[in-house]
């Protein structure tokens, strides 16, 4: 029987069942940003080009706000006659500008339009914050001609989370033909955040190893408001159905895991996984990913 064998039957098996929600609609906790019902509050900042107005074409909720635009390449800003149509909301009154207590800020898009199919940056969305010019901004590449499109932002992302003044949708002219017609409806604003410990995101170091590399390491991010302090982070590997090597440390929301190996791996195919565990020892939720060894070049 080889070492990595016999190592595999003393330890737990791998495939054990987590008990939490994890990353589920039954774990998330929402605040709603704008439900849309009334879209005054929406600034037109292109009236030339674009028009506002509420609409029952709605994901997330009743309503969404219909950012409609042509595109008109002589008619923008004096300056910038090919300019950048947009809307943007101010959240300072509402009170709704802390969203350091929430991990993702969501939003549904639905695109029509009468190109036959959209640029590679159809829209652009933009955060304020206090100070000259501050901002975060996100590209939505994602975005689909004649389709809904789940827009799910990390708040971690942001310059920062916890002073959010206003926020903007706006696409730039340049992207698209004088004359084009592209319209967008923007329902289901909302930040997210779980309530359960759950792993959000595990990526190793290397995908590819060496059979005689001492060790593996992992980076993940964590999610849940509750209990945090008493998770442990679980890195195992192993292959099949058991596990072949583990360790684990206090959990962190984002951190660095090692698991030092005392006996080379074979090469093949293997499975690493980020397991949260309990105080008595129980799995609470879990992320697997795989990864390859290969011969030493010597």
Same mark, same amino acid.
Request: overall charge positive; aromatic content about 8%; charged content about 25%.
């Given at each position: 029987m080889?070492?990595l064998?016999l190592?595999?039957?003393?330890l737990s098996?791998a495939?054990?069942?987590p008990y939490?929600?994890?990353m589920?609609?039954?774990?998330?906790?929402?605040?709603?940003?704008?439900d849309m019902?009334d879209v005054?509050g929406?600034?037109?900042g292109?009236?030339?080009e674009?028009?506002?107005s509420r609409?029952?074409?709605?994901?997330?909720g009743?309503y969404?706000l219909?950012?409609?635009?042509?595109?008109?390449?002589?008619?923008?800003?004096?300056?910038?006659?090919?300019?950048w149509?947009?809307?943007?909301k101010?959240?300072?009154?509402?009170k709704?500008?802390?969203?350091?207590?929430?991990?993702?800020?969501?939003?549904?898009?639905?695109?029509?339009t009468?190109r036959?199919s959209?640029?590679a940056v159809?829209?652009?969305?933009g955060f304020s914050?206090?100070?000259?010019?501050?901002r975060?901004?996100?590209?939505l590449?994602?975005?689909?001609?004649d389709q809904?499109v789940?827009?799910v932002?990390p708040?971690g992302?942001l310059?920062?989370?916890?002073h959010?003044?206003?926020?903007q949708f706006?696409? $730039?002219?340049?992207?698209? =033909?004088?004359g &084009? +017609?592209?319209d967008?409806?923007?329902?289901?604003?909302e930040?997210?955040r779980?309530a359960?410990?759950?792993?959000n995101q595990?990526?190793?170091?290397?995908?590819?190893?060496?059979?005689?590399?001492?060790?593996?390491?992992?980076g993940? $991010?964590l999610v849940?408001r =509750?209990g945090? &302090? +008493?998770v442990?982070a679980e890195?195992?590997?192993?292959?099949?159905?058991?596990?072949a090597?583990k360790?684990?440390?206090?959990a962190?929301r984002?951190g660095?895991i090692e698991?030092?190996l005392?006996?080379p791996?074979?090469?093949?195919l293997y499975?690493?996984?980020?397991?949260l565990? &309990?105080?008595?020892?129980?799995?609470?939720?879990?992320?697997?990913?795989?990864?390859?060894?290969?011969p030493?070049p010597?």
């Amino acid at each position: 029987m080889s070492p990595l064998v016999l190592l595999a039957l003393l330890l737990s098996p791998a495939d054990e069942a987590p008990y939490g929600k994890g990353m589920t609609e039954a774990n998330k906790e929402r605040l709603v940003l704008d439900d849309m019902h009334d879209v005054s509050g929406w600034n037109n900042g292109s009236p030339v080009e674009t028009k506002l107005s509420r609409s029952d074409r709605a994901r997330g909720g009743k309503y969404s706000l219909l950012f409609a635009n042509v595109v008109d390449h002589t008619k923008g800003e004096k300056n910038y006659p090919i300019g950048w149509p947009r809307t943007n909301k101010s959240l300072v009154k509402a009170k709704l500008t802390d969203w350091s207590a929430y991990d993702f800020f969501e939003c549904w898009i639905y695109v029509d339009t009468s190109r036959p199919s959209l640029p590679a940056v159809p829209m652009g969305l933009g955060f304020s914050h206090p100070g000259h010019r501050r901002r975060s901004s996100l590209q939505l590449r994602e975005l689909k001609k004649d389709q809904w499109v789940h827009v799910v932002m990390p708040t971690g992302k942001l310059d920062d989370p916890k002073h959010v003044e206003s926020l903007q949708f706006n696409i $730039s002219e340049s992207d698209y =033909k004088h004359g &084009d +017609r592209v319209d967008f409806y923007i329902s289901g604003l909302e930040l997210t955040r779980f309530a359960e410990p759950a792993v959000n995101q595990l990526d190793l170091q290397r995908r590819v190893v060496y059979a005689h590399q001492p060790w593996i390491v992992a980076g993940y $991010s964590l999610v849940g408001r =509750k209990g945090m &302090d +008493r998770v442990k982070a679980e890195l195992a590997i192993g292959q099949g159905d058991m596990a072949a090597a583990k360790t684990a440390i206090p959990a962190a929301r984002q951190g660095e895991i090692e698991l030092r190996l005392t006996r080379p791996l074979a090469p093949g195919l293997y499975w690493a996984q980020l397991g949260l565990r &309990d105080p008595a020892g129980k799995l609470i939720d879990r992320k697997r990913t795989d990864f390859r060894v290969i011969p030493g070049p010597f």
